[in-house]
């Protein structure tokens, strides 16, 4: 019998791996990435895993497909101990920490049902990163940490 | 002033503040050497929520500069009732105006519509966001009865709604001011606000009860608390009563206190205050001209 781990996740060859996602929001790294398995890729998922440094985490694999960084910063808001490895032929290439960018545009809609951002007008939501949330560009309402990942536009 | 807009009180410096209440004294001084001094520039007014008084005194003001103004009229005999977007409103109507002015029932309206334009844009109200046309004449009449530095100031009423209060705190801490603020605990400050505030490193104190603080206050700025923030009657008039004045509140409170309101009032100043030496709310919205005059005087002079 192939032990747990191989059942649970398989490697991969060629692509991307999420690991230390905070477990529960392996789902939400996906939809924020836009990677719904539409377009073909093998995509393989662990939630709740055992984890020596977050006690449960998440992890995600994208075969074929190798992130850039200003991809994967993004996921700091949801997912900020993060860490992505670049496999190329079943060997970690690169092995990066997610970033926290200055700004984040269209991943997250404004809690505020009256903020200008949620009526029809021509404008893409807006956040300004701060150190332990987000800030509407427009109405400058404050979205903390933990709120981020109950407000994202990517479904 | 730094920018060409004038959306939210955050993004105003001291300098930038200091600016209009000294061209402000300047026009209270001498009106007349600025009767003709924008003669022929059109100032539009682009008003989606019911006004009265901030669009009578930006008409007037622009008037009192020698320009005109047009107006888009109420929202119901307008192209927004055929569902025109804001962006399309504003970029249409700054074909027709050296500038704008603005008020909008959605918080970020005024942001989001200096992105589509390129003459200034004043907000003259964004929800309950921001009103800073009003701090601007506000703090222009604490500066004319308080001074501005070594300030104790209690602010009252709705602070979490209250767009007036959230720019007027925002831009009291270009100023050495202490503030209290003092409300209903449903009715606290909203976290944005509060964040920019300790940021800045203001002095700030939040209180339930008016005596906490009232003698030490030099001044007191009293808001309206609306019914609708309330889901019954009931709850609405035994916390609205808390925090209504008269002069027998006044008795504790110092001599030369300020009292000021951006009104309308409903019944949170009793009328009895209105002939004491406390009441300022009717000079303050006196000073809506002189004010809104300087703002638009820098604005429509600015290289563009």
Redesign the interface.
């Known amino acids: 019998m192939t032990d747990d781990h191989q059942l649970r996740v398989s490697k991969i060859r060629n692509g991307t791996v999420i690991d230390h996602v905070a477990a529960g929001q392996a789902l939400n790294v996906l939809a924020i990435l836009g990677i719904d398995g539409t377009s073909g890729e093998a995509v393989s998922v662990g939630m709740n895993v055992p984890s020596d440094r977050l006690g449960r985490k998440d992890i995600v694999k994208v075969e074929g497909r190798e992130l850039s960084q200003s991809e994967v910063d993004v996921l700091s808001l949801i997912a900020p101990a993060a860490s992505i490895n670049i496999v190329r032929d079943y060997d970690v290439v690169e092995k990066n920490r997610v970033v926290r960018p200055d700004a984040v545009a269209s991943i997250i809609s404004c809690p ?1 049902r ?4 949620n ?5 893409r939501s807006r956040f300004t990163v701060l150190s332990d949330g987000v ?8 979205v903390r940490e933990d709120e981020v990942a109950a407000n994202l536009d990517v479904n | 002033m730094r920018q060409d807009h004038l959306i939210s009180a955050s993004h105003l410096s001291r300098e930038d503040i200091e600016a209009v209440l000294d061209r402000a004294a300047d026009i209270d001084d001498d009106p007349a050497a600025f009767r003709q001094r924008h003669a022929g520039k059109v100032l539009g007014l682009c008003f989606f929520e019911p006004s009265t008084r901030t669009r009578m005194s930006f008409d007037s003001a622009m008037k009192r500069l020698g320009g005109q103004t047009v107006d888009m009229g109420p929202v119901e005999s307008s192209s927004v009732k055929k569902g025109e977007t804001l962006a399309d409103t504003v970029r249409v109507v700054e074909g027709y105006a050296d500038a704008l002015v603005l008020r909008h029932p959605s918080e970020g309206a005024a942001t989001m519509a200096s992105e589509f334009v390129d003459v200034p844009l004043v907000n003259a109200g964004d929800g309950a966001g921001q009103h800073p046309s009003q701090t601007l004449l506000d703090l222009y009449t604490i500066r004319e009865n308080a001074g501005l530095d070594d300030l104790t100031i209690g602010i009252m009423g709705d602070l979490k709604y209250g767009r007036t209060v959230h720019s007027l705190a925002e831009a009291l801490t270009n100023f050495d001011a202490s503030q209290h603020f003092v409300s209903p605990e449903s009715l606290r400050l909203p976290r944005n606000v509060r964040y920019d505030l300790h940021a800045s490193g203001a002095q700030v104190r939040e209180h339930t009860e008016l005596d906490e603080v009232l003698p030490e206050l030099d001044v007191l700025y009293v808001t309206r608390i609306q019914r609708e923030r309330f889901p019954d009657e009931n709850e609405y008039r035994k916390v609205a009563g808390q925090y209504q004045i008269d002069s027998e509140t006044l008795e504790s409170a110092a001599d030369d206190l300020t009292v000021m309101h951006p009104l309308p009032r409903v019944d949170e100043i009793s009328p009895d205050i209105d002939d004491t030496d406390h009441a300022t709310y009717f000079e303050q919205a006196h000073n809506g001209i002189p004010v809104r005059m300087a703002l638009l005087d820098i604005l429509l002079s600015q290289d563009r």
């Open positions: 505020n009256n903020c200008i951002s009526a029809d007008e021509p404008i800030r509407c560009d427009y109405c400058e309402t404050i």
